[in-house]
């Protein structure tokens, strides 16, 4: 089925583009909203740029990044496009998806939901399967299939689980402040008992120190960047998990501690170029 993008609006900067974009989306049974920045088009015009996926935080939406990162100025000199999609479905109106900012709406994990109340709750479908057919029937400026990942906590989890999932899919990873080991932290765990259910081996599958074990041979090295004044570095993130389950395994990580630094976008704004070049080094750039 294909489907098609309402523009929402179009702002210039760094010579492209910032759009957003509305469409139904199958995976998840309700219209989504997403954003992409397009770089400066180069000629010729059968030029197709890069893709690199942003999943955002709790209580994000696609707007966040695009706003806040200042990610738009080195994605344009790379020649990589941003995308941005949403946290979670929207307007389902299932009852209760509203009443916790850190559960339901706004904090959709990037999981397929096994539990019967939020069956819509399919993010990881949405991200790694739909978007890029969504792009790649309406953007003939975009190549999907030269993608790389990376997010912000909550949407770090997403980044790295998904690329350690789905090799074929992504040249790289990244991630600030990402939730390391979910199953261990109380935000994965009031969200996987909800979304997955009781059985913790299925929680298994979305916890990336977990899967490193299984899927150790990455190409890329894995960077993440962690503020050291971060309030939910020690109960919620646990970025040291990762590193020891890398070790272990001997996976290629870079995690940087970043004295001083807290959670929020202006932490990201900081480092978020040398996250762009990564990417861009990656993807042959």
């Not at 020690?234 to 590193?243: A, G, I, T, V, W």
């Not at 501690?257 to 807290?262: I, K, L, N, S």
Request: aromatic content about 14%; overall charge negative; some cysteine.
């Amino acid at each position: 089925m294909e489907t098609k993008l309402t523009e929402i609006s179009s702002s210039k900067l760094f010579g492209g583009y910032n759009k957003r974009y509305r469409h139904f989306s199958p995976s998840l049974g309700c219209y989504m909203t997403f954003s992409v920045y397009f770089p400066p088009s180069p000629p010729p015009t059968s030029h197709k740029f890069p893709v690199l996926y942003w999943l955002s935080g709790l209580t994000c939406t696609d707007e966040n990044f695009m706003s806040k990162s200042g990610a738009q100025r080195v994605a344009s000199s790379e020649g990589v496009a941003l995308i941005a999609p949403d946290t979670s479905p929207r307007g389902l109106n299932v009852e209760g998806e509203a009443d916790n900012w850190d559960f339901g709406v706004g904090a959709g994990f990037y999981l397929n939901a096994t539990q019967e109340k939020w069956k819509n709750w399919r993010m990881y479908d949405y991200v790694v399967k739909e978007l890029p057919q969504v792009l790649s029937e309406n953007c003939p400026q975009l190549d999907p299939t030269r993608a790389s990942i990376f997010g912000h906590s909550m949407g770090g989890h997403g980044a790295l689980t998904i690329y350690l999932k789905n090799p074929d899919k992504y040249k790289s990873a990244s991630a600030f402040s990402p939730v390391s080991n979910p199953i261990n932290c109380p935000w994965g765990q009031k969200a996987f008992t909800n979304y997955l259910g009781g059985n913790k081996t299925d929680w298994e599958e979305y916890d990336a120190c977990c899967l490193i074990e299984k899927y150790p041979d990455i190409s890329a090295t894995i960077l993440i960047d962690q503020g050291e004044a971060d309030k939910f570095l020690h109960e919620q993130l646990m970025p040291n998990k990762f590193e020891e389950a890398c070790r272990k395994v001997n996976a290629p990580l870079l995690l940087r501690y970043q004295p001083g630094y807290d959670h929020s976008y202006y932490f990201i704004a900081t480092f978020i170029d040398d996250h762009i070049r990564h990417h861009a080094q990656a993807l042959n750039l």
